[in-house]
């Protein structure tokens, strides 16, 4: 009886500085933020006047916001379906396949990945360049001279696939490592017996690899959306600032500038709920649309 | 009969592993070129600034205005050799 309530004691005195920090720097400020939402404020004063939900029907009449919510969606898909097929072939490649320079090529791939977003988008920033960028030094040895270069940030139809391929080279070696990690615990009795049986590769990725790391494949697919969402944010403040024209403007970009340029700090919160929400939900569905039972081996 | 199978599905066994080293070759030269060419973008700009001759005039030199002390001296921080 002692030794379960001092059992009892000793949980509680490790659980709680960990749930006081927990309380304090992350429920509070999510309860802050939709409290700050229905308020008017240029958050540098003390005057608040609250609005109630002023500032979701100025933000749902806004078209900026449907340009941005556009923006922050193309990127989603695209970024999620690349990534997640480029990332689960090579990571079934590499896992699979005896190959000259495997671990060369894992490192070499993760590269990216150790990188500071700055850095990269610096980098591409750089490839970009319209006059002395790589991309354009290759694309010129295709074409004429007298052609206009191709404005990869300043071509409102193009910046935004720009982005994502900035995004995409940032991203696909992290998510490889992930799989490769789930994809490492498979059986090779299990590939060897499909062999025997006959199945082609193709046949053994889809019916061996894919079911056995869905657990792990449904996990990134929720870090895609989280990923994307924050991500995106920073390689647009360090590559475009949501230029030209707001063609690249994207969620967290729109409730900055709200929020700290333009001083409207409610309309910024109820953004920023909208974008919680939105994640949230989508994650959600996500979840429930990929649900399996899971395959014991 | 089964010499000529086991002859063409090595063949294809060849070929799959063909495209996957160029697949992988790809991919890491998209990987590398980039991150070279921005690591390697400040020492070029270094090289055409030490190397390419009659950049800068022949003996000329550069001095700063120093102000310890109460006079203002100027001092010469460099002088570029004769070529």
């Known amino acids: 009886m002692e030794t379960t309530k001092g059992r009892g004691r000793f949980i509680f005195f490790c659980l709680t500085p960990a749930v006081i920090l927990f309380i304090i720097f992350l429920i ?8 700050m939402s229905m308020y008017k404020w240029g958050g540098y004063t003390d005057d608040k006047t609250f609005v109630g939900f002023q500032n979701f029907t100025k933000l749902f009449h806004s078209d900026k916001f449907y340009q941005t919510f556009q923006n922050s969606v193309l990127l ?13 072939l090579f990571a079934s490649v590499l ?15 993760y590269i990216p990945n150790i990188l500071s977003i700055v850095v990269i988008s610096a980098i591409f920033s750089a490839i970009y360049d319209p006059n002395s960028g790589l991309l354009n030094s290759f694309t010129n040895l295709f074409r004429s001279a007298t052609e206009t270069p191709t404005l990869w940030l300043g071509d409102q139809k193009i910046v935004i696939f720009s982005l994502a391929g900035a995004m995409i080279w940032q991203a696909i070696g992290y998510y490889m490592v992930m799989y490769m990690a789930s994809m490492a615990n498979i059986p090779d009795s299990l590939y060897e017996s499909a062999d025997l049986e006959g199945a082609s590769r193709t046949t053994q990725f889809f019916s061996i690899t894919i079911p056995l790391i ?38 967290l970009s729109y409730m900055y500038k709200e929020a700290y340029t333009n001083s409207s700090y409610g309309y910024g919160m109820a ?8 994640s949230f939900a989508l994650a959600a569905i996500l979840n429930a649309v990929t649900k399996r039972d899971n395959l014991e081996y | 009969m089964n010499k000529d199978k086991l002859n063409e599905s090595s063949r294809s066994q060849k070929f799959f592993i063909g495209l996957i080293y160029i697949a992988l070759i790809v991919l890491s030269i998209v990987i590398i070129v980039p991150v070279a060419w921005a690591f390697l973008a400040p020492l070029n700009k270094m090289l055409s600034f030490t190397v390419v001759l009659g950049l800068y005039q022949r003996d000329s030199t550069y001095k700063t205005l120093l102000t310890h002390g109460k006079r203002l001296k100027w001092a010469t921080t460099c002088l570029t050799p004769r070529l």
Do not use: C, H, Y
């Not at chain 1, 509070?28 to 933020?33: A, E, F, G, K, L």
């Not at chain 1, 989603?76 to 689960?88: K, N, R």
């Not at chain 1, 953004?271 to 939105?278: A, M, N, P, S, T």
């Open chain 1, 214 to 251: 869905w657990v792990n494949i449904r996990t990134t697919l929720t870090f895609f959306i989280i990923s994307t969402i924050n991500m995106s944010f920073l390689f647009v403040m360090a590559m475009t600032s949501g230029g030209p024209d707001g063609a690249t403007e994207v969620f």
């Open chain 1, 76 to 88: 989603i898909v695209i970024v999620t379906i690349v990534t997640f097929a480029f990332s689960l």
């Open chain 1, 28 to 35: 509070i400020p999510t309860i802050d933020v939709f409290r």
């Open chain 1, 271 to 278: 953004i920023g709920v909208v974008v919680f929400l939105f």
């Open chain 1, 95 to 109: 896992t699979r396949e005896k190959l000259k320079g495997q671990n060369l090529f894992r490192i070499i791939f």
